[in-house]
């Protein structure tokens, strides 16, 4: 007579469900996996959002009208985290051990970790993906970027065909990855200095070689935090008795100073323009200039709500994109000129954009975002350069260049430095760079009178 088990395991049912009791900070909803047994709950981040827009409630799908390819990379990426969280469950059922949702999350946590421990390619996308969903769209495609580099490396070095390069979404890139891709003891010395030959036979400044290795360094660190490397084989020097390990420090990143003097401001503020691109060009760098060398990206996604009056007129509040800072900015004659500029073209509401350069009902996805300030960006900076040479200033003029001045003519009027430091957010001034109010507000305006 066979024997029977007093309990039989059942199998949890995985599903990627659209989120949306969570938004992120572009408003979109983010993509879960939800593991359900025994009438228990648990949801598992994906990386993975879509704006509402783009969502069919009823139907419970991603809508139609969401641009190709990203739709179906989209379906791709969720049906791959679908399949991950499946397996585990139906792995932990037939080997009918008592368990529940978290133990399924934790099943295929481990079988991800344990594809990861070969994958630099596959680990760097899973980062960007990450970085995607904290609103860190920048450094989303700062590693998407190295992740691009290194495949194109990689092939260069198998003696095949260029990697399709991309988002790190799309099916063939996902199919060339889990092909091509190399475990994390293979980035040595040896590989490090066989790539920056490569990089530099490319032609690319030293600013960009730092770039590439300082983030490689960082994907390293993070592997090797997250257990999925092994800190044996780091390449990079970490002391000076590390001599014969990569020197990330070794690149020449100074840069040559690009203030402009006052008397060159005015010249540009003098200047007349007849175009709106040229228009919107001494707006920007004016903007920045008078606040606080507020950059490009921060400045072009402010909107109304971010103006509240005091003290008769109007001050700007704002958290910084990279930092996180919170800055909070009495507007100057000059400032409040140009909103009221385009006060009647942009304020349709409190959340509409402040500048005409990103449009509320257009540009709704991180990606668009991104895109139009990275066309608008170059758009203005070429401005830039033609009203320098009308102007006959002779430095080239950029949105960094208002950043660079502001703090430049700051410190010539006596300003003091820990006071500018504050003002424009640096790093070496991290613990007051948080909060504005750690220095008094009267004392950051006083210094911002010395720009008129």
């Known amino acids: 007579m066979s024997k029977t088990t007093e309990h039989k395991e059942g199998k949890a049912s995985v ?8 938004t992120l900070s572009d408003g979109s909803h983010p993509f879960m996996i939800r593991i359900t047994k025994d009438r228990k709950l648990k949801y598992i981040a994906t990386g993975l959002s879509l704006h509402p827009n783009y969502w069919n409630p009823k139907k419970k799908e991603v809508r139609r009208s969401y641009p190709e390819p990203d739709r179906e990379n989209l379906l791709v990426r ?6 991950k969280y499946a397996e585990a469950a139906k792995t932990l059922s037939l080997a009918d051990e008592q368990h529940d949702a978290p133990a399924v999350a934790k099943k295929a946590a481990e079988g991800r970790q344990a594809q990861r421990r070969i994958k630099l390619l596959a680990y760097i996308e899973e980062l960007a993906a990450g970085m995607v969903v904290a609103g860190q769209v920048g450094n989303s495609t700062v590693y998407r970027d190295l992740g691009n580099q290194l495949a194109k490396h990689l092939a260069s070095k198998a003696g095949i065909g260029e990697p399709p390069l991309g988002k790190g979404l799309e099916p063939q890139r996902i199919a060339w990855v ?14 490090c200095q066989q790539w920056e030959e490569a990089l530099r036979g490319s032609g690319i400044e030293e600013i960009t070689l730092s770039l590439r290795f300082r983030t490689l ?12 490397a092994k800190v044996e084989k780091y390449p990079f020097a970490r002391n000076v008795a590390e001599k014969h390990k990569f020197q990330v420090g070794k690149f020449d990143v100074s840069t040559a100073k690009r203030a402009i003097t006052r008397d060159d401001i005015r010249r ?10 040229h228009q919107l060009a001494k707006a920007v760098f004016a903007f920045s200039f008078y606040c606080g060398g507020i950059n490009f990206v921060d400045l072009a996604q402010l909107r109304w709500q971010n103006l509240l009056p005091a003290d008769g007129g109007l001050r700007l509040t704002y958290v910084r994109q990279k930092t996180g800072g919170k800055f909070s900015v009495k507007l100057l004659a000059p400032v409040e000129a140009i909103v ?9 509401s409190l959340t509409s954009y402040l500048l005409p350069i990103l449009d509320a009902t257009k540009h709704l996805t991180p990606s668009q975002v991104k895109n139009r300030l990275h066309k608008i960006l170059g758009q203005v900076n070429a401005d830039l350069k033609e009203l320098g040479e ?20 700051l410190r010539r009027s006596g300003a003091n430095t820990a006071v500018i430091s504050q003002a424009m957010g640096h790093k070496s001034e991290a613990v007051t760079a948080i909060y504005l109010d750690s220095f008094a507000s009267e004392q950051v305006d006083a210094a911002f009178e010395g720009l008129l």
Do not use: C, M
Request: net charge positive; proline share 3%.
């Open 268 to 277: 540009l503020e003098n200047l007349v323009v007849t175009t709106e691109r």
């Open 15 to 22: 599903k990627a469900v659209y989120f949306t009791s969570k």
């Open 390 to 409: 009308k102007a006959g200033i002779a430095t080239p003029l950029t949105t960094y260049v208002a950043r660079h001045s502001f703090a430049t003519t």
């Open 178 to 191: 889990q092909q091509h891709d190399i475990p994390f003891d293979q980035v040595t010395v040896a590989f």
């Open 217 to 228: 360094r960082a994907v390293l660190n993070k592997a090797i935090a997250a257990g999925v």
């Open 340 to 348: 009221e500029q385009y006060r009647a073209i942009t304020q349709v």
């Open 78 to 83: 969720l049906e791959e985290w679908e399949k």
